[in-house]
Structure formats: C-alpha cells, structure tokens
C-alpha cells in the first residue's frame, strides 16, 4: 500500500461511522490486519510525518526535521516510525540519546521504540554489547550518547535520529561532530525529537533555512494517554510557564522576573573543569518518602583554583526511601572524590546525617539550616551568575529549567525547587561561606 492510500484510507476512516469501520475490520484478513496496524500512514497526525522533499533546485531541501512536542505528544513514536522507514535499505544510522541508557531504554526498547513499532518480520534486534541495532533489511544502528561527543568522531552515517536534544549534556559538541558523521548516500537527513528549551543550539537549528519543524502539544496524543494523567497534570501546570514548555511545546523566552537567565548560564557554559580545589555533594532531602512528595536535590559542585564555581552534576532523584536517596549522594561523593557533604536539616534535622551515615559512617557532614525565606538566600548565589563566577560542566537540563523558572516574585511556586535549593546550599559552602584552609589542588 502506498504512503498516499493509506493517507487516503486514514481520511476515510476519520470520517466513517462506527458501524462502517467494524464492518471494514471485519472483512480484513489476518494478514491485512497485521500490515495495517502496522502502516504508519495511516494511523499517524499530520505533524507526526516527515516534510516533504523540495520539489525545484531552487528550493531549498531539509536535511533536519525538529519535531518539538510536549510531554506524550508522540515525538518519540514520530522519530522511530521514520528510522524504521529509512532502514527499509541496508543502510547506516545513528541513534544519540542523552545517556546510552535513554537510547537503549527510550529509542530502541521502549513502547514507541525501534523494535515495538516494526512489524514482526522487519522486527531489528538489540546487541547491546555493541551498542547496535540490526535490522533483517541489513540496515544497522549505533548508539551513541550525548555524555561522550568523542564517541561519533569518525562514524559515518546516511541517517540519524537525535532524541530529547535539548536535554543533552555536551548540546553543541555532539551535535557538531554528528553532522561531520552525516555524510553517506545523496541525502543525508536527521530526525530531531525534543521537548523545547531556550537553548542556543536548538534556536540556531530552528533558524537553519535547511531545517523543517513540527510542533505538537500533550493533548494532540489524548486518544494514547491514560486520562488521568492528562486530567491531573493539566489542572497543575495549565497555563503556567513550565506547563506551556512542557505541555504545549512553546519555546520560552526567558522570564524576566527570574533570579536566572539562561544567557547567562550559557555564555559561562564549559565542556571540562579547570583544577580542583574543593568539591562538594549538596542535598536537599524530601519531607516524606511518599509517592507524592518532592523530590530530593542532589548537586554536586566544586571550586576552581581559578576561584570561580563549576557546577559538575545534578543526581537528584525522585522522592524515595531515605536509604535510597543517602545511597545516591555516598555514591556522588565518590564519584566526584567529593570534600565533604552539605546536607539541610530543616526537613528531619539530626536524621538527615544519621540516614547518611548509616550507608558510610565515614563520610564528613555538614548540617545547614534555612533560616531565611528561599529568595533571600538564592540572590546572592544568582548574583555570582551574573558576574559570571559560576560555570555549568555540560548541560544539566532539568536544573537548568529550575533556576530559570524560579521567580521570587511569585510566592506560590509549583512544586518545590529541590534542585535549586541543593545548588543554592553548594555554592554557598564554597563560595560565600568562611574560606579556610583549602587543601591542595585535585583532578578529576
């Protein structure tokens, strides 16, 4: 069936009645059954299929289609379906997630993946021990992640499919040495599927004239999504900033009220540490362990022997068992060969180090209390930003959209800024707090 019948067969069944399309199911074979559920065409929106090729020399050709879309709205469906397409030919592609894991897990594994969208006698496998999908077509896919940009310097490629690309950790460097892979076939294309941010690569590829965009909301994919889903986290976030990002993929500007501005933080922006003086592993730990708390922040940052701050990591976790999250910040200190571990003990006071120090009892705690309302002690660690004291190591996405959301002069903030709050308490200890003796430099 051609892709222009099954558009036509999609509209008719848009527009058939109940009766006429059980009476149309009903007449299909077994085998008809099966190549229809599985023909994309018909079942996809309009915004979910790829743009069209140019039709004269004189118009410009895509080689990027950047499908923005809101949290369910389909984006990652839309990616897959289009990898599958392409592999119809033994050719080669690549696969870049945020983490090895989010390919693996999102892209190639998961409901909307390479492998549940193809039908069962196309259906690619897995390698994970060489990070590759292969399909019975002899198409092959390689992972990659966007924690290690190195990784694509010399593969080559016909295609590519970038997943949630405003959430990648190094955003410009993977992405520059992707296009250098991208050189194979007459017409080297890539799928780009992400949630929005104002981020400078995702607005310098929405101004690349060779770019094609689709844009889709939450509720353009309500016929897949649990109900009570949409109906909850609508009513929390409708009309919101956060909510107009994450729900109908609009990209923000930043708020001009906020502590942060995301300007900011991307001019200061690095790919690697200088030296290390001190590093610490901040905390701020949930009230409860229930389901619906908060979550728990988790920053690790550190102090250059050039004197300014470079935040490392953000390992914050959903709200869990004490145990789980005390593990995860032993597991950070570490990792990053930490100093020492700030924790706030408004929340469960002396507990919070006992918890902590029940993983390792070992581990050197300092306790802070919040004495003051949660603006007052963000601006002067904003302040540090703006004098441009204050450095990301990659992308830290999440906590990112949490500083820039944050406005002090909005006392009901939608849920509680953890990731802010940890980082606020890290940088404080290394940069505004009483500076003693510093022991000797350090490498990660």
């Known amino acids: 069936m051609t892709a222009s019948l099954q558009r036509s067969l999609s509209g008719w069944l848009a527009s058939a009645t109940t009766e006429q399309q059980t009476h149309f199911f009903q007449s299909l074979t077994p085998r008809e059954a099966e190549a229809l559920y599985y023909a994309w065409n018909v079942w996809a929106r309009d915004d979910q299929l790829p743009p069209p090729t140019a039709k004269s020399t004189t118009e410009t050709d895509w080689t990027t289609w950047l499908v923005l879309g809101g949290r369910g709205a389909g984006k990652t469906r ?10 119809r030919q033994p050719i080669r592609i690549a696969l870049i997630g945020e983490t090895l894991a989010d390919v693996r ?3 190639v594994e998961g409901p ?3 492998i549940a969208v193809a039908p069962p006698a196309d259906r690619p496998k897995w390698i994970a021990s060489k990070r ?12 990659f992640s966007s924690e290690d940009p190195e990784a694509l310097r010399g593969h080559q490629a016909h295609a590519a499919w970038g997943d949630e690309f405003a959430k990648w950790r190094h955003m410009e460097e993977t992405w520059d040495m992707l296009q250098f892979g991208l050189r194979l076939g007459e017409m080297p294309r890539q799928v780009v ?12 590829m929405l101004n690349d004239p060779a770019t094609r965009v689709s844009r889709a909301a939450t509720r353009a994919n309500a016929a897949n999504l649990a109900p009570g889903f949409l109906s909850a986290i609508v009513r929390r976030y409708e009309g919101t900033r956060l909510g107009r990002q994450e729900l109908d993929a609009e990209l ?12 900011q933080i991307e001019k200061a922006r690095v790919t690697t540490p200088p030296s290390l003086r001190r590093v610490v592993v901040a905390v701020d730990p949930p009230a409860t362990s229930s389901p619906h708390a908060d979550e728990c922040g988790i920053v690790v940052a ?10 490392l990591a953000d390992r914050s976790m959903g709200a869990l068992s004490p145990a789980r999250w005390a593990r995860r910040v032993a597991d950070a200190y570490n990792t990053f060969e930490a100093d020492r571990i700030v924790a706030e003990a408004n929340q469960g006071g002396e507990m919070v180090e006992a918890v902590i120090r029940q993983v390792d009892h070992s581990l050197p705690v300092r306790l802070v209390r919040a004495t003051r309302g949660k603006a007052v002690r963000a601006e002067p660690v904003a302040a540090l930003y703006e004098q441009g004291r204050v450095h990301h190591v990659g992308m830290l996405a999440r906590l990112e959209d949490q500083l820039c959301e944050f406005d002090p002069s909005t ?13 606020v308490w890290a940088l404080t200890d290394l940069m505004l707090g009483p500076q003693g003796a510093e022991p000797s430099i350090r490498r990660l």
């Not at 009901?412 to 953890?418: H, T």
Request: aromatic content about 6%; proline content about 8%; hydrophobic content about 40%.
């Open 78 to 87: 839309a990616g897959a379906e289009w990898v599958r397409a392409q592999a």
């Open 105 to 107: 897990d999102v892209m």
């Open 112 to 114: 909307s993946g390479l």
């Open 132 to 143: 590759r999908v292969e399909w019975p077509s002899g198409a092959q896919a390689l992972a």
């Open 193 to 204: 599927t992400t949630t929005p941010r104002p981020v400078r690569a995702l607005k310098r």
């Open 252 to 263: 923000l500007e930043d708020n001009p009220r906020a502590l942060w501005q995301r300007d």
């Open 302 to 311: 550190a102090r250059g022997d050039d004197g300014a701050a470079y935040i």
């Open 411 to 423: 006392p009901a903030q939608s849920g509680s800024p953890d990731r802010l709050d940890a980082l």
